[in-house]
């Protein structure tokens, strides 16, 4: 049996979508994280206060489902550990599930995803615009997995819905 504050395995779901966006951005948070060669505290801690917030202040339900499930941690890498797929096609699959969501909760995932990208890449260093930035790796990492997950929505089209409807 399950405890309550333990994450339920897709099969065990009715909605594997929040688990699956939960999941996709655990492994771009690691892939982000490790891009440099080194998984750094701060990365994590980055990736689980953004969790955090999420799941407090989203007006996304999607959004605050998958941010409470990205805060246990620990479990999502173990539910890693037993997954046989390769990060490219976990992230491709998450895709295809939010291609069918309704587009306020694509949108507003989509744009945490890519914050979350960010924020755990600067995690390490001292931000995009500094002397001391992310690196080329981190930043390349981010790109991918943005693109793995949104296709071809463009960052100003995203920008621009988000203005529109968060304005």
């Known amino acids: 049996m399950q405890d309550r504050g333990s994450i339920d395995m897709p099969a065990q779901r009715k909605n594997k979508i929040e688990f699956e966006a939960a999941y996709g951005l655990f492994i771009m948070g690691i892939e982000v994280a490790k891009a440099d060669g080194n998984i750094d505290e701060k990365e994590v801690r980055e990736l689980l206060n953004q969790g955090t917030r999420a799941a407090a202040n989203s007006k996304s339900k999607l959004v605050r489902e998958a941010g409470r499930l ?3 941690f620990d479990e999502l890498k173990a539910y890693r550990e ?3 797929r390769d990060h490219v096609s976990v992230l491709r699959a998450l895709k295809k599930l939010l291609d069918k969501q309704p587009e306020s909760d694509r949108m507003r995932y ?9 924020g755990v890449a600067e995690a390490s260093g001292a931000g995009w615009f500094s002397s001391d930035s992310v690196s080329v790796e981190e930043a390349q990492t981010v790109i991918i997995c943005y693109r793995l997950v949104a296709g071809n929505l ?3 089209a995203l920008n621009a819905w988000n203005n529109k409807h968060e304005g």
Do not use: H, N, P, R
């Open 70 to 72: 990205l805060v246990q």
């Open 154 to 156: 463009d960052i100003d």
């Open 110 to 118: 989509i744009g945490w995803f890519a914050s979350v990208g960010k």
């Open 82 to 84: 037993k997954d046989s």
